[in-house]
């Protein structure tokens, strides 16, 4: 079956493009050209832009994967016309109008709340305890040093920022369900994803689960790939016939 070739990765808060670091072995042994986005995590609107340039790069149809906060970007990002779908990792989901801070509000309130520490100008860093015990707890302890020490200082107003339009509703959806995540409910997740009438996969893993559970979620990945281009392909055939 013909696939969407591109992949474009979207880390979320206090990380980087590295935490894609095993998965994209296994996109690429596919055949699939993958680039992994570095977010700035100043603004969604810096962020989304980051996405935007390295979607324009790509030549042909883009399938989006996003991570927690990574899918309040994509969920912007995914409006340009070369996205062909999203892919939600353990993420924020959320609908216009919606910001993650009043999205979270509706679910438990994560144990990763008590590890997050206020740094200069509005930005935000996890503690050694919430890297440790709420956001990579499954991870090797070599493996959560690294995740500290390579954590990308967040700004806090990303989350009272609220999203202006939602791609899920016009993209085709798939859903990573980290089922033991500690940062964002899996109520949460489990919730979002009905709601977008996604395509579901639940993990048994943290927050983390592209590092914590990487094959099975490159293989989702490559799922939705192949899933993406067909719908892409119905949705132009529609629009070629209503003409």
Not at 72 to 101: M, Q, R, S, W
């Amino acid at each position: 079956m013909p696939t969407v070739k591109n992949i474009v990765l979207v880390h979320g808060a206090w990380a980087d493009g590295s935490c894609w670091s095993k998965v994209i072995p296994t996109l690429q042994a596919k055949g699939l050209h993958v680039v992994a986005v570095q977010n700035p995590l100043t603004s969604i609107a810096d962020d989304v832009a980051a996405t935007n340039r390295i979607v324009n790069a790509q030549d042909g149809p883009v399938l989006l994967v996003g991570h927690s906060y990574g899918g309040a970007v994509i969920t912007e990002a995914g409006n340009h016309p070369k996205v062909a779908g999203l892919v939600y990792v353990a993420a924020f989901a959320p609908d216009e109008g919606e910001t993650l801070a009043g999205l979270a509000k509706n679910y438990p309130t994560p144990p990763l709340g008590t590890g997050i520490q206020v740094i200069e100008d509005g930005f935000l860093l996890l503690t050694e305890k919430g890297m440790f015990e709420d956001f990579a707890q499954d991870l090797s302890a070599e493996e959560k040093n690294t995740m500290l020490a390579t954590q990308g200082p967040t700004q806090a107003a990303l989350l009272s920022t609220p999203i202006t339009k939602a791609a899920w509703h016009t993209k085709p959806s798939w859903f990573v369900i980290a089922s033991n995540d500690r940062a964002i409910a899996p109520e949460q997740e489990i919730a979002t994803a009905k709601r977008m009438n996604a395509k579901t996969l639940t993990v048994p893993s943290s927050h983390v689960a592209m590092l914590a559970q990487p094959q099975k979620v490159a293989d989702f990945i490559i799922e939705a790939a192949e899933s993406a281009l067909a719908n892409q392909t119905a949705a132009l055939s529609e629009v070629a016939v209503s003409a």
